[in-house]
């Protein structure tokens, strides 16, 4: 008899292609309002390098990208010692990154001035010693941590090695989840659409813990979602109007430009423009702040997991033509304002 589930398809992130991202270049819209990019990556051991000069050429291409905010990506862990202590090289190694920013030639620019690495939940009481060593390692700058909840049995995980179903309702997670509070630490979510129910019931049960949700909470758009972008978005916007309920939530506007969320701008001759991505971006965009207010938003790049999509002058070119109908108090707290004071960062603007 054949299988009833799903065979799970490879959609893993494009590529970066430098001479395709070239072939597209944009005047830089108002250039001087004052950015946090809230969800960026680094990594050495990956076929795409991504360290602090990497990051930096990009921040450099004409937005005023002031600070940053780096978040778990499984880089650099420790090579031996205990399992759980093993996410601790990530923080140590980012933070280095961060001091190298802090005394080099960057002028104001403050790299990495958060940290969000990884602590397993399923840890209960036993995670307090991996967030002690997390903050110890982060010299200030470590924020909270990032556990993925992504699953999906038609898909493979967008960063392996993926999470068990249910993983926010299991009772072994939230044991371990309940002592983030107890040292001030933030939370990243990240799991796709269909999932988004196991979240809230996660903030409904712990209201006090701040949490953000990564990426618009991955509408997903392939394999058995291809072709249904319409059901997708339905069952998405009802999910975002409920989660914006629970005031400690805040979200991610970005990560878009990744394979599962199912637009194939790398399949085209030419990279997207911003007007593209903008346009085809806007419904999203739309519901997230009409449901959430501007105050409880913030856009981010996922950079360079998005880079194999788009070019970094030309993504943030997108969010200002998303929020140019917005105040410039609005403008100010998806920019900038709402990441500072979710992540307890210095004020830019």
């Known amino acids: 008899m054949a299988s009833q589930t799903p065979e799970r398809q490879p959609f893993h992130h494009p590529r970066v292609r430098p001479d395709w991202l070239g072939k597209l270049t944009e005047e830089i819209l108002d ?23 990497d990051l930096v050429a990009d921040l450099r291409t004409g937005h005023n990208v002031l600070s940053t ?23 140590e190694f980012v933070a280095a990154a961060a001091r190298e920013c802090e005394s080099g030639d960057y002028g104001a620019l403050r790299a990495c001035a958060g940290i ?7 840890m209960g009481d036993r995670i307090d010693a991996v967030l002690e060593a997390h903050i110890e390692a982060g010299g200030g700058r470590f924020k909270g941590i990032r556990h993925s909840g992504t699953y999906d049995p038609g898909i493979e995980p967008t960063a392996p090695p993926g999470a068990p179903p249910g993983l926010y309702r299991d009772a072994a997670f939230r044991s371990g989840f309940a002592r983030l509070q ?33 990426h618009f909470g991955g509408p997903l758009g392939v394999g058995p979602y291809e072709g249904r ?6 069952q998405w916007r ?3 109007k409920e989660l914006a309920t629970c005031e400690n939530l805040c979200l991610k506007l970005g990560g878009l430009a990744m394979n599962v969320n199912g637009f194939d701008f790398h399949h085209e001759p030419l990279p997207p423009s911003s007007g593209e ?73």
């Open 116 to 122: 969000v690495g990884h602590a397993d939940c399923l």
């Open 277 to 349: 991505m903008a346009t085809a971006w806007r419904p999203y965009v739309e519901t997230a702040i009409e449901a959430f207010g501007a105050d409880r938003c913030m856009f981010e790049s996922n950079f360079p997991v998005d880079k194999g999509m788009c070019a970094y002058p030309v993504l943030w070119n997108a969010f200002k033509r998303l929020a140019a109908d917005c105040s410039e108090d609005e403008k100010a707290a998806l920019f900038h304002r709402t990441a500072a004071r979710f992540y307890s960062l210095p004020a830019v603007g």
């Open 229 to 234: 972008r319409a059901e997708v978005f339905a």
């Open 69 to 91: 905010v780096f978040i778990q990506c499984r880089s650099e862990y420790r090579a031996d010692g205990p399992e759980e202590m093993k996410p601790v090289g990530e923080t």
């Open 182 to 214: 107890r040292l001030g630490m933030t939370f990243e979510a990240w799991l796709y659409h269909p999932q988004l129910g196991d979240l809230l019931d996660l903030l409904w049960a712990f209201p006090e813990q701040k949490v953000v949700l990564n």
């Open 31 to 53: 250039p001087g309002q004052p950015i946090i990019d809230p969800h960026h990556h680094l990594w050495k051991a990956r076929p795409d390098r991504y360290l602090l000069a």
């Open 238 to 240: 009802a999910y975002i």
